[in-house]
């Protein structure tokens, strides 16, 4: 079945030491989404890939960069985790970008930050 | 402003009863609506979209959902409840000056007793 994959699903870190998060698709989507979801609080979108074009959100943290090296693959890096860093981490792929484009999501990566 | 509203934080329902999860919006345009599902430590499931035609949108699971541009409402609904059906829920909107960014309602527990 086509999926979007997160990997690891649990990841414990140190403070201030760097990770990264990994997603990958089967769906062949355009797009790709990363977003950050604390205590079952809706998702706050932090950037999103449209093939090889970055769209940063204006008040994602510069702590927080992405790489998409191609279609299939994205990668979350956090720089310099801090303890307000810890929470569920979800990636999502739509398939245009088109407003009546469904998102579909990963099963996320629960990071903790020691 | 464009925003989203879940009303109810927590919704109980008993077993085999109808249940119904609301929210409304607020849009200066045509809406796109969404209904996600979060089980605990886990991504978010698509339900079901309305982006145009019929009022009264079918989706996964045996849930349905009715938009209502009168009373900018899209409640999600399901005429018999199971206990497996207790989740978080997610309402999120996207409009037509925003091709990929949805805004998300705050979410909705519902917790179905046996």
């Known amino acids: 079945d086509a999926m979007v994959i997160q990997n690891p699903r649990y990841q414990v870190t140190q403070f201030g030491k760097p990770v990264t998060l990994s997603c990958s698709q089967t769906l062949n989507h355009n797009v790709m989404y990363w977003y950050q979801q604390k205590s079952s609080q809706a998702p706050k979108l932090l950037f999103h890939?449209?093939?090889?074009?970055?769209?940063n959100e204006a008040d994602t943290p510069d702590n927080f960069q992405s790489r998409r090296p191609n279609t299939s693959f994205c990668f979350l890096d956090i720089r310099s985790p801090g303890l307000g860093d810890a929470a569920m981490y979800l990636c999502a792929t739509s398939s245009g970008g088109g407003t009546t484009d469904t998102q579909y999501f990963g099963p996320g990566t629960r990071l903790t930050v020691l | 402003a464009q925003s989203v509203a879940q009303p109810e934080d927590q919704v109980n329902v008993a077993e085999g009863n109808p249940l119904t999860v609301k929210c409304t919006y607020s849009?200066?345009?045509?809406?796109?609506l969404f209904w996600y599902v979060q089980y605990p430590n886990r991504g978010l499931q698509f339900l079901l979209k309305y982006i145009t035609g019929d009022n009264l949108v079918k989706g996964s699971y045996g849930f349905e959902a009715e938009f209502n541009k009168s009373q900018t409402s899209f409640h999600l609904k399901k005429p018999s409840a199971l206990v497996s059906d207790s989740a978080l829920y997610f309402c999120a909107v996207r409009f037509m000056d925003s091709n990929y960014q949805l805004i998300w309602g705050a979410g909705t527990k519902l917790i179905i007793k046996p």
């Open positions: 849009v200066s345009g045509n809406p796109y």
């Open positions: 890939y449209y093939d090889k074009d970055f769209n």
